[in-house]
């Protein structure tokens, strides 16, 4: 257990509809990202939180968005859901910046129908 | 951008044996962290080894360690005396330093036999 929490485990919905997935980092972990994990992409960084504010972006989509609240926990938000969203989404999180060891959590998986 | 290949995408391995999982990175940085994670069935992401770029000895943990070689652009990882709980999925990652974001490679699925 990697003290990283994420829920719920499982989701399934339908195309063109919102979702949010939540995460809770590590106690003390001012740092979270977010990787998507698909079939044909692999894993792949979506987007990194640190201590509230947005650091950096990788290969997000516009239609989906994150935050990190002032308790530190941050949610991924997904909307106009397409098929192809379809994948596992992690979260991870690290004490600091730079070359600190990111934490997983146990991930989301989104199925779209 | 940097890249990370994991060309065996299957490697299997009696219990008890040895096995090395390959990996090479492309990148033009000195300053970079290579990883290796492991995902079993569950799904989870599990931290097995990390390298520092700047280190010249090679990383160990337990029946873990790497083959580093930098001039090479090379991190394998050997398992030593092999368990039916090492099967997963082993993913090698690249962070360059300064960034934050983990590179994947594609993995490659061990099997381990009885």
């Known amino acids: 257990d990697s003290g990283v929490t994420q829920t719920p485990k499982h989701l399934i919905t339908a195309t063109g509809q919102r979702v949010t997935l939540r995460c809770s980092p590590r106690?003390?972990?001012?740092?979270v990202y977010w990787y998507q994990q698909s079939l044909d992409q692999g894993l792949q960084f979506l987007i990194q939180?640190?201590?509230?504010?947005?650091?950096a972006k990788g290969n997000i989509l516009e239609r989906f968005s994150a935050q990190q609240f002032p308790d530190l926990h941050s949610e991924l938000n997904l909307s106009s859901l397409e098929l192809g969203d379809s994948a596992l989404y992690f979260c991870?999180?690290?004490?600091?910046?730079?070359?600190?060891?990111?934490?997983f959590g146990p991930g989301t998986r989104l199925l779209v129908l | 951008a940097q890249t990370v290949t994991q060309s065996q995408p299957e490697m299997s391995v009696q219990e008890a044996e040895t096995v090395t999982l390959s990996c090479t990175y492309d990148?033009?940085?000195?300053?970079?962290?290579l990883f290796w994670y492991k995902q079993p069935p569950s799904r989870q992401m599990i931290l097995v080894i990390r390298?520092?770029?700047?280190?010249?000895q090679n990383a160990t943990e337990n029946r873990f360690s790497v083959n580093f070689q930098k001039a090479a652009k090379s991190f394998s990882l050997k398992i030593s005396d092999s368990q039916l709980g090492d099967a997963a999925m082993y993913f090698c990652?690249?962070?360059?330093?300064?960034?934050?974001?983990?590179?994947f490679g594609k993995g490659t699925k061990l099997t381990v036999n009885p």
């Open positions: 990652a690249y962070k360059q330093g300064g960034s934050e974001k983990l590179v």
């Open positions: 991870a999180s690290s004490v600091d910046i730079g070359w600190e060891t990111q934490y």
């Open positions: 390298q520092e770029a700047y280190k010249q």
């Open positions: 939180y640190y201590n509230g504010e947005e650091r």
């Open positions: 990148t033009s940085e000195s300053d970079y962290y």
């Open positions: 106690s003390g972990d001012l740092s």
